[in-house]
């Protein structure tokens, strides 16, 4: 989740048991323009960084811009009929999204769409 949180632009980050002295520092270090991650949370940063070194990606991460917006309608709720309306496209290019979304994501039925992350 933090993860998400530094994509979107987050400049600090800290677990919820955090104490009043780091909370003091990451305050400090945001201030001056840094970015903060509670020590626990690093350890997942540099583990991301090293697994796209390596070349490894997630499955969202290998989603095009257009599968995502129709993952996200999908999660949503919305029928192929206004999925399609809301995209400008057909709805036999949805199912075809959709069918390309639970080949990358491996899942099975549509309702696994709607819980994927």
């Known amino acids: 989740m933090f993860l998400r949180a530094l994509r979107a632009g987050a400049k600090g980050y800290l677990l919820k048991g955090a104490r009043i002295s780091e909370l003091e520092l990451a305050v400090t270090a945001v201030a001056r323009g840094e970015t903060y991650l509670s020590p ?17 990606t997630t499955p969202l991460e290998r989603l095009t811009a257009r599968q995502r917006q129709v993952l996200q309608l ?16 057909s709805a036999k290019t949805v199912d075809t999204f959709r069918a390309q979304l639970m080949e990358v994501l491996d899942i099975h039925d549509v309702a696994g769409l709607v819980r994927s992350p």
Do not use: C, F, M, P
């Open 74 to 89: 999908i999660a949503e709720g919305r029928t192929r009929k206004q999925i399609a309306q809301a995209l400008k496209i």
């Open 40 to 56: 626990a949370a690093s350890v997942h940063v540099v583990d991301d960084v090293v697994r796209r070194a390596n070349g490894e």
